[in-house]
């Protein structure tokens, strides 16, 4: 073994020795064997219920576990009976026959539901009624409201006369709708995520065989993370939803694809300079292995910040990404290598790389993409952040406050239908209360304060019909809201109630309801997001520091992924309001996908500059910089393209919020790939030179002891 190999390098031996190789295939072949079972149960170990969503410590999520006192956690269906010419007795004996049956229904959450209506519109001949069905759910959250809504569709769709209409909406109905667009999310996502790698790394790779191996390697490390994350999610309390286990696919396989074709384009190099491919992957290990580890522990330690967020949902979807990157990471570096030393050269096939073979990076495009930056560096580097940023205005359209039921589809489902056409016969805010918990003594005096509100129906204050409306001293009121409860003249209400019945001496009085989730879902979100950002930006600058030993060049590349991400952003709010015409963004858009593209971009220039790094210390920092671009170049492009594809699948599902933020994070991933690393960076560190470095003195330029290797690009 050659004797450049030291620390690191040794240990990289024990992955691709000439016996060592077949123990690690043999323990990974055990591993994913046995995780198989406990992957395919992840599904059942997702917890979608209200809580594992909301907000933890905000005064909705507290009225959801004090309204289990008075009832088992329900969520009210809607069912809508409609005709624009008035009901007819026909219409009336049809519902009247479907309440009949809705009582008797005893499957999915809706045994003993009390049934409750019909209620007719007010017209004197009314043309609308409506049914209200509560249906008890319990961790498997929305599953179960879509099982119960799919039942009560089956009972009110048969038989009616015609030209009657027949909806299922109000928080069911909408709960059961989004149940069925992330239905099958694990397979939709993971089949478009092998999609996109199989056909970019068929692009990259131009080698059927060679393919096969990353391929391989991913889906054993997805495997083995979703087995990994059911059993915390079993034995650990960690807490799993479907929004945490789908960005789980996308993030294994983009990122341990990335891993991939790093580690094969420094193993190919090797492969040219030695005969025996264990020590060429010893070495490729040696040498690529740090750039790969600190890459895949910014992700990590960048998602395990999301834990202080008061989100629920936010704060759950940190773990699962952390143990995702972290079992990835552990695959490709051991599972993978191992893989490509036992198949041998041949893998490569039919572009075999031999000893003593040209190197093609030396004269490709990314070499002459270098020189021409080295001609003008600061030029290049003012003109480029003078684009990016222009391009960052486009924030000014940015409406990340959320997104109403209506608008987080990007379809029209029947709840969505049925909402508009309630909405024409009923007060929009019905089926969808406002719910007051107080201390029974002062019941009178909070129903007043909450019926003198000009958002709520007055004479729509009270206990709930068919439920106790005392419980261990607490009273439980409902209200209906005059507008509908997605409203942001509803969220007003929600916070005029709150004023009024927060000061009353001794009532102890909250609000909630759906729309006092959505009121505090936005302002926890705002709040995580104010406070993660600069977390995730002091991890990331401490990485860095730590792996470049430097201070300058750290706080460059953080300069540059937040310019990279905000003209990412501006481009994609102008996008959504003026090509996809999307009513706004969730609240935690700019939050996700500011975490994704630091965590993520930032692989790209850690990528670069550890090779700059690497190089400076032989021929000084400019010339380094064009020999890591050159070699770096083309595996970088790759690894963007495979990042953005797999996030691109996101936009398969047919739900608003995950098509932004696939299509802003793609749109990131390739931006910095393309412009911000191979232009932007590299502009900078040609025009600062050896300062990139500061405060050690790593470049030997300072002390002229520098020189051109005569294989340098262009050299």
Known sequence: MSPQLNGVGRVATLVCGRRSKWIVLVLWIVLIVAAAPAAAKLTDAQNNEASSWLPGSAESTKVVELTKQFRPDTVPAVVLYARDSGLTAADRAKIAA??????????????????????FDRARNPRAATVLVPVVIGTNGWNDLAKAVDDMRAITGKGGPPGLQTHITGPAGTAAD?????????????????????????????????????????????????????????????????????????????????????????YREELRRHEDRHEAMALALHRAGPAIIASAATVALSMLVLLVADMNSTSGLGPVAAVGITVGLIAMITLFPALLVICGRWVFWPVIPHVGSPEPTKTGVWARIGRRIARRPRTV??????????LACGLTTLKADGLSNADSFTGTPDSIVGQRVLAKYFPAGSGEPLVVIANVGKARQVGEAVARDPGVVPDSV??????????????????????????????????????????????????????????????????????????????????????LRALVAPLVLIGTVVLS????????????????????????????????????????????????????????????????????????????????????????????????????????????????????VCAISLDVGPRMWWPSHHDPESSGKAKAPADAPGG
């Open 462 to 547: 009270g206990p709930a019909p068919g439920q106790p409306p005392v419980k261990n001293g607490r009273v439980y009121l409902e209200a209906t809201m005059k507008n509908p409860s997605d409203s942001s003249a509803a969220e007003h209400t929600v916070e005029r109630v709150r004023d009024a019945v927060h000061p009353i001496p001794g009532a102890d009085a909250k609000v909630g309801g759906d729309t006092a989730v959505r009121l505090d879902a936005d302002r926890a979100a705002a709040r995580d997001r104010n406070l993660i950002i600069p977390l995730i930006l002091v991890v990331v600058l401490i990485i860095l520091s730590v792996l």
């Open 98 to 119: 479907d309440v009949a049956e809705l009582h008797t229904l005893r499957s999915h959450g809706t045994q003993g539901a009390k049934v409750r209506g019909p209620f």
């Open 178 to 266: 989004q149940a069925d667009a992330f239905a099958g999310i694990d397979g939709t996502l993971l089949y478009s995520a092998l999609t996109v790698v199989i056909i970019i790394l068929l692009f990259t790779y131009r080698s059927p065989t060679l393919l096969l191996v990353p391929v391989l390697s991913v889906i054993g490390a997805l495997l083995s993370a979703q087995a990994v994350i059911y059993l915390l999610a079993r034995h650990a309390d960690l807490v799993v939803n479907a929004q945490s286990a789908g960005i789980l696919t996308v993030l294994v396989f983009g990122a341990g694809t990335d891993y991939a074709l790093l580690l094969v384009a420094r």
């Open 565 to 680: 991400f905000a003209a990412a952003l501006g481009i994609s709010a102008l996008a959504f309001r003026h090509v996809f015409h999307f009513a706004g963004e969730d609240t935690s858009f700019p939050l996700f996908v500011f975490v994704f593209l630091v965590a993520l971009g930032i692989d790209y220039s850690i990528f670069l500059m550890t090779r700059v790094r690497e190089e400076t210390a032989t021929v000084g920092t400019r010339e380094g910089t064009l020999i890591a671009l050159a070699a770096t170049g083309g595996v970088i492009s790759s690894a963007g393209l495979v990042l953005a594809g797999t996030f691109a699948a996101l936009a398969t599902l047919p739900i608003v919020a995950f098509t932004e933020l696939g299509f802003a994070v793609a749109l990131g991933v390739l931006l910095d790939t393309f412009v911000v690393r191979s232009v932007l």
């Open 381 to 390: 580097w003012v003109t480029t952040a003078v684009i990016l940023a222009a």
